[in-house]
């Protein structure tokens, strides 16, 4: 539970017509709401899209849900395995680890929060999102579209916010184990416990692998063997008035390995240690109609990273990275009538120290106002004017307007419609970087003059509930974003040394059609979903490389809490994805498509008596996968045991 | 002595008698037995399979050049490239330069043969070219005579050696054929020429 859902939900113990849509309305019950969803209780309650609570299907903006109870079905063990089956989602796995594509987008368009403050570490424009151990991860909320209007820069395809894991008993307890293929050991701890006025949790976890290799014929790996642990701990401290101050903080260190081959002959064995540090602490205070918080959050992502040529030193290398970023986020909601106003300040600090930047420490600053109105002029209608304006220290200015709105024609329809602006500060590694890989025979520089990518986005959806049991939605999705930075060759007349440089010469788009459906009929569980995705550079015509046009997926839940039995198979269908590759020598890329593949997960889970609970499963069954196009973990197999007090 | 035994002794000799007469001819120096090993800070050399040496260069840095004499098949401390007459071929990554032109003043020429190493035996004619100031390109270089040595993969950038030898007109009056067989070492690292080379 985020405190921001508490703070939040706390607003929306507002007296409130029952079934109403006015914004931050609890209409299930008549308890502290913000408590009660504090205690972790299995409500689809959701805060991200607006920084209100609303219960998921009565949310303006559509958002999808990844609660504990899900999170403990799928025996994931990070936040990537939570997310890479969702519909919709397509997993990018790349040299700044794994991230997700939304809508067509590579990961450096979604913004990645815990507890709704940002965290750094991006990579490659990704945040490697296995870096988030799922025993901390109360649920994981998921907007789709533009959401800078609240949050800022890099929020263009969507939004993902990490809920940390709270208390839920007044004692609790958990342990779980559990090893699979590649010599993959999860060893995770947690206790936690909860009084009137207190909530605090301790909880630890080692994971390791093996790593592993989809093609032997080269001695390049594919996946790394890693060793990670981490120590967390959430404090919450309630006055017994109107005040409370919520904590959280983490410690992670992961260390990988892995082998990589040139075509020049040149072998590395590579190792990155990171580290991250994830801390915020939030006041607030709350009443009937409004409440007040604020977030200070520091996030620190350090990493050091060796390569070492084997059979020489010549192109040895090394490099210690340090990313922090300081926020401070103060907002403040008021019901006026039939209005929620969310008013906010928010500043944010970012040093980089690298290596490999010129100069070696950048730094930059935000600050931002933001203010959304939730206006319920009709009970069956809810419309959200929202605008963020961000100065940031080296870009100036830059406003993000949106406007959304949600129609309730009846009890069953929900249909929700929104457009807005996001924008894309460059990284600073694209503005400072100097980097010459001389063993492969390229220097690639940062330009200073990027001014951020900007985007516009619409999103249209309907949502069908015939019956409590079921829900059928369709969504489609247009972004049209400008001034991409794209690596563009600056000289190649060097021959051995192509200069490469970053520019704002791009331009693309990315439309398509969400669909999904989910049912529940006694203890079966069914969902299923279909994606078309067409995204495409605008100068070129070509299709952006990697994406796949259409995706489905489906899934299977059994679960007879009689019997303790839960059984659980998915499967994702992935069509052809376009990729350039110069296959005939002459340095022209030629498109070509991937295979299209599925991937088959199956779950079975048996609880033995109230606190112990072992399983088995396999994950990609069909043990499709290669080293180029893609790099799946092989079939795996696994088997734990967890017990809960 | 009959006539036979003459005519059959004069088949044997000539071409030990033309190989004097051309390096006469050129009014150059003998050229040395080739050293083996390490003949330089920067460069080794050993007997190539199928003739010749292959000198190996550390001709990474980014900066300095390395100058190797090919009547010695040693390397050479150059200090004044301009002054020193002595150098024949100098190697800084990728790049190749020629005493003549711009980069020295001993003379030398160099023509481009199509053909494999093991195939060129002779001097050509004609063809001879010099380092060129920087000419009508994309590069801020000057135009040397060795400047189509390779092939480069834009994708992968990989440099691989053409098929094709180099004859060399040092400023002693030699000539030697030279071709470029690898630019990477065996642990995979750029900047390591591996140049064939021979007396002709």
Redesign the interface.
Known sequence: MTPSLLILAALAAAPADAGSTRPGSESETDTNPAFETFEGESRDVVVTATRTAHEKNDAPISTDVFDRQMIQDTGAENALEVLEEAPGVQVDRGVGGSGIRLQGLDPKYTLILVDGQRVSGRVDGTIDLTRFPAEDIERIEVVRGPGSVLYGADALAGTINIITRRAAKRWEGEAHSSYGSFKTLDVTGRVGHRRKRYTGSLSAGLHNTDGWDADRSTESTTGPSARQFEVSTGQRFASKGLFALDGWAQYMRRTTRGVDA??????FDRVNRSETITANLTPSATCDDGSFRFTGSYSLFRDQFFND????A??DASQDTFDHIAQGTATLSQRVEEHVLTTGVDAQFEVLSADRIDPGTVDRQRYAVFAQDEWVPLEALSILPGVRLDYDSMFGLYPTPRIAMMLRPGERWRLRASYGRGYRAPTFREMYLLFTN?????QVRGNPSLQPETSWSTHVSAQFLPWRWASVSVAAFDHRLQDTVVIDTL????????LFGYANIGNAESRGIESSASFEVGPLTLDGSYTFTHARDLDSGLALPGRARHRGTAGARFHRPSWGTTLRVRTAITGPRAFY??TD?D?V?EPIDSSPYATLDARLAQTFTRYVEAYVGVDNILDVGNATDNPLVPRSYYGGITVRY | MNLSRHLLLATFLCPLACAGDLDDELGGDAVEPPAEGRVGPHTTSEPRDGGGQRSTVDASDEVLWVYFDLETGTELDVEDPGENLQWDLAFRRFHIATNGGVSGNAGSEVALLPDPFDDVSGIPDSGFVVDEADGDDDNEDPDYAFRDWYDYSFMTHVLTPRSQTYVVLTGSGNAFKVALEHYYDEAGTSGFPAVAWAAL
Do not use: E, P, W
């Open positions: 040139l075509n020049t002959g040149a072998v040529q084997r059979g020489s010549a192109l001389a063993g492969v025979g390229y000289d190649d007349s060097d021959g051995a040394l192509t590759v110069d020598g340095d890329l």
